[in-house]
């Protein structure tokens, strides 16, 4: 059984002086808010935010730049601490912020690909099936045993999204979700997404993407200034949060289709 469960957490960042400290408190049109205190700046990135996530649930989050979209992900990762409240996780977390994170350029694509292994405990035995289906699904061909500043641009992005592959856990967190350059490589690379998705036992995704949404989560939650303003079937939220942006004057972040 996989569930989170937030209860009145705050998140807040801390950074030095700098600057001129007259103009830091001008509200812009996106961003967290910024208190001035005696020695830091205090980032209020989370105020005050309850939620409650169970198996089975395809969470998508919304919300402007700066909204706490990203606070919010790590927190469900384990991967945050947080100054007030309550976090509870429990389940294996995959979070996937950036697939290609931790990549060597010295080591070869099935060097970085076992490494990528270890790291997200594949046990031994499967390891070396793993490895020769990310060079299968990647098409590298001969390169696959190459290290990576040989790669073009392109032979490296194939080589990121095919370790897809390789990606475990009951709790899965996407944040922005990529997608594969080679447009060669898209069918197979959604067919993974697919299977990754449906293995867990609870998404979280945050897009711009109102396509993608759609396509992945069922349930919505709006962020603004850090707190949620919104949290139900994803059809009625997003419709809630398209207005809103309309009277401000924005245009969606991402495709609207």
């Known amino acids: 059984m996989a569930k989170i469960e937030i209860k009145n957490v705050s998140v807040n960042y801390f950074l030095r002086k700098r ?8 509200r812009g049109a996106v961003g967290a808010e910024i208190l001035i205190g005696n020695r830091f700046l205090e980032v209020a990135a989370l105020k005050d935010v309850s939620v409650a996530i169970r198996d089975g649930d395809r969470v998508g989050l919304v919300g402007i730049n700066g909204s706490g979209k ?3 992900l790590k927190l469900c990762a384990g991967a945050l601490g947080h100054q007030s409240g309550r976090v509870i996780i429990e389940g294996k977390v995959s ?12 080591l070869s694509g099935r060097q970085n690909a076992e490494l990528k292994c270890l790291y997200m405990g594949v046990p031994q035995g499967s390891l070396k099936r793993l490895v020769d289906d990310v060079k299968e699904i990647s098409g590298l061909g001969g390169y696959f045993e190459l290290p990576l500043h040989s790669y073009s641009a392109g032979m490296r992005s194939r080589l990121v999204m095919s370790l897809l592959r390789l990606v475990r856990g009951e709790i899965l967190i996407m944040d922005e ?3 594969a350059v080679d447009p060669s490589l898209h069918a197979t690379v959604g067919g993974l997404q697919a299977q990754l998705i449906e293995r867990a036992k609870i998404l979280l995704l945050a897009s711009h993407s109102r396509r993608v949404l759609e396509e992945w989560v069922d349930r919505l939650i709006w962020l603004d200034n850090g707190r ?3 949290d139900g079937p994803i059809r009625e939220v997003y419709a809630e949060y398209q207005a809103w942006l309309d009277v401000r004057g924005h245009s969606t972040e991402g495709s609207p289709d």
């Open 19 to 26: 600057g001129d400290l007259n103009k830091l408190t001008e």
């Open 70 to 72: 990203s606070t919010l």
């Open 95 to 106: 979070p996937q912020f950036k697939l290609g994170a931790g990549l060597q350029n010295k």
């Open 177 to 179: 979700w990529i997608n």
């Open 228 to 230: 949620i303003r919104a």
